[in-house]
Every structure is written in C-alpha cells, then in structure tokens.
C-alpha cells in the first residue's frame, strides 16, 4: 500500500509540474512575443512530454534502464490505444493531412529508427546523437514548412497552445510557476521511481513491465488531459497533433538524451515484444488515418481493446 501511495504521490507532482511549467513557458513565450505556432510546437509539444523526460532521464541516472526504456515505450503505445482511443470515443478524430503525412510517418520512422538502434541490446551514446540529430531536422522542417505558409496545420499548433487557460500574468507569477514546476516535475520522478520500484519488488515482475505499464500511464497525463480537453471542444486534430508530436519527442528527444548521459541496455522482452508492439499501433494507427482521415468511434473502441489485451498480455505472458 505504501508503494502505491508513492505511486499516486509522485503521478500527482509529475502533473502538477508539468501544467506549472507549460503555463509558465507559454506566459514566458507571450511576454517574450514568441510565436504562437511556435508556442504550440515546442512548448505544448515537449511540455507535455516533460514527465516522460525527467522519470527516464531519473531512471538512467540512477542505473534503472528498464524503467527509463520502457517508460517511453509504454508512454508510445499507450498514448495511442489508450488515449486517442478513448477521445475517438468522445468524438471522431479528424486529421490534416499534412500533419498524417509528416506527422503521422515520422512516428513510424522513429519507432524503425529504435528498432534499427537497438538492435545491439543497448543504446550508446552515439545512438543519442542520432536521436537527437533526428528530433533537430524534424523540429526545423515542422517549423519552416509551417511558417512559410505550406502547411495547413500551423492552425494545430496555435490551437495547442490554446487549449492551456489562466496564464500567469506577471513576471514573478511566471518565474514561479516555471521553478515550481520544474520543482515538483524532479521531486515527483523520485517518488514515483521508488514507489514502482517497490510494486516490481513486491509483484515479483520486471522493472521493465512496471516502466511499460504503470509508471508509462502516469507520465502520460499531461498528454491525457490536453487531448481529452480537446477532444471535448471538438478541436479533434488538436488531440491527434499532440499525441503524434509527444511520440516523436519521447523517442527521438527522451532517449536521446537518457541514452546521452547514461547508456541503456535494453530488456530482452522489450526487444522481443514491447518494440513490435510500438510499431505495429503506430501503423494501425496510420492504417486508420489514412483510409479515412479521421478515427471513428469503433476505431477508437478497436484501440482500447488492443491495450486492454496489451495489459493483460503484459502481466500474464511477459511479466518476468
């Protein structure tokens, strides 16, 4: 019980630090008359995705390369069947077709470019250069083909940043809403990594199926309410741009720089299911897109399903 309760405690400071630090980077980037575009791309973007960041980077630091792998791999699939299929259940999910055609196949790229990388059971340093290389010329083509008026979808990002209200208004509300979500972002890894350290412990499974399961949903959160909350105001692209922004950050950005301050090995049963797993939703995902630019209800419930199974298969069958 008191290992759930970390668990709970450390789920409840990762969010409130993450919705501190993107509404006092986004009150920054108003002061500071950056774009709204470019608000929505990187500060929702990656604001979202900071739980995932400080409990992997935490993780590595600290020798635990199972939760800090399988942290962003879970974060990938359940991001896709659990929370695009639960607002497809809300409402059906349109997408711009840019961002399905950019977006949406730069997903896949990275989860092939994870399977490529992995391939020698670890990810090194030179894997984060990759990585991180890999985030750069996806975040400076996102931007410019944005900017110069070629993507349609430079309404998504702006509308991203939207969806985040009550702004802090002055200077020192904005210092301390940033340094009080950074605070509470890092004090909530620790306890969250120490309370699923001890449910691993105490279940007899694997860090590794704790990382892809309970500590992937509790990063995932942010991702969640900003989706849901979008899904509810019928900005559907909003849901889907998000979650395929937050999936190409976690494994390009996240492991780029987890792998960059601590090489990772990676967990057999991670390359030997987890990582298929990642990119066949990512591909069903697309495969749904595609075939009719939105995700329909009965897409949605088919997605929630699959991690319902995902779950079960996770515990029953790949536990150890």
Not at 29 to 42: D, E, K
Not at 231 to 251: E, K, P, Q, T, W
């Amino acid at each position: 019980m008191l290992n759930l309760l970390f668990v709970a405690i450390g789920v409840l400071l990762l969010t409130s630090g993450g919705e501190a630090l993107i509404r006092g980077s986004l009150a920054a980037a108003n002061r500071l008359g950056i774009s709204p575009l470019l608000s929505g791309l990187l500060i929702v973007g990656f604001g979202t995705s900071a739980p995932e960041l400080v409990v992997s980077v935490e993780a590595a630091l600290s020798e635990r390369p199972d939760i800090a792998i399988g942290n962003v791999v879970g974060s990938n699939i359940s991001n896709i069947l659990l929370i695009l299929g639960l607002c497809a259940l809300i409402t059906p999910l349109a997408v711009k077709p840019l961002v399905l055609r950019r977006d949406g196949v730069t997903v896949v790229a990275a989860s092939l470019l994870f399977i490529v990388l992995v391939g020698g059971d670890a990810l090194v340093r030179s894997d984060a250069a990759i990585f991180l290389l890999a985030l750069a010329a996806f975040l400076i083509w996102a931007y410019w083909t944005e900017r110069l008026g070629e993507a349609p979808s430079a309404g998504l990002h702006i509308a991203e940043g939207e969806e985040v209200t009550s702004l802090p208004k002055t200077t020192l509300w904005i210092v301390m809403a940033v340094v009080l979500g950074l605070f509470l972002l890092i004090v909530g890894s620790q306890v969250l990594l120490k309370g699923a350290v001890g449910i691993a412990e105490s279940l007899g499974v694997s860090e590794a199926v704790i990382g892809l399961t309970l500590v992937a949903v509790g990063t995932s959160l942010p991702e969640l309410s900003i989706s849901v909350i979008a899904a509810f105001r019928r900005h559907a692209d909003v849901a889907i741009g998000n979650i395929l922004g937050s999936n190409i950050f976690n494994l390009l950005g996240i492991l780029g720089i987890s792998a960059l301050l601590q090489p990772l090995p990676v967990h057999e049963r991670i390359l030997q299911f987890d990582q298929w797993v990642m990119l066949g939703t990512s591909l069903i995902l697309l495969f749904f897109l595609y075939t009719g630019s939105r995700l329909s209800r009965l897409e949605g419930g088919l997605l929630l399903l699959g991690y319902g199974v995902y779950i079960a298969l996770s515990f029953m069958v790949f536990g150890t």
